[in-house]
């Protein structure tokens, strides 16, 4: 009864930016931790960042300096900012929901559908 969707996914030159959002309905999230995986062909899917309930972040050191997660816990959104998008970035994007802070994918209970971002050369 819960449903995660991400949008803002795109084509972009490489040094550009992009702004993935995910939308929440059917709960509200304001006392779990949101996630931001991604997954390219044929690799596992990745840790990209996290927002606890209370506002601790992490992030994956490949993006860390560059991505910027944040949520906005009364529009139940979480927004991933991708600056200095490089071809590697390249993947469809997930975001998720646990009710623990955590990098493990196998943690998060709620998954979207997810969204592609594309960074060309």
């Known amino acids: 009864q819960v449903q995660l969707v991400e949008s803002g996914g795109g084509l972009v030159q490489a040094g550009g930016s992009l702004r993935l959002s995910c939308a929440a309905s059917?709960?509200?999230?304001?006392?779990?931790?949101m996630g931001w995986f991604r997954q390219a062909p044929g690799k596992e899917r990745e840790f990209v960042g996290a927002?606890?309930?209370?506002?601790?972040?992490i992030y994956a050191d490949s993006v860390k300096g560059r991505f910027t997660i944040s949520r906005d816990n009364t529009k139940n959104t979480v927004n991933l900012q991708m600056n200095s998008l490089k071809p590697e970035d390249t993947a469809a994007y997930y975001c998720?929901?646990?009710?623990?802070?955590?990098?493990?994918?196998?943690?998060?209970?709620?998954w979207g559908t997810g969204t592609l971002v594309t960074g060309s050369v």
């Open positions: 927002i606890s309930w209370s506002g601790r972040i």
């Open positions: 059917g709960r509200t999230f304001s006392s779990s931790s």
């Open positions: 998720a929901a646990s009710s623990t802070f955590t990098r493990v994918a196998a943690w998060y209970d709620y």
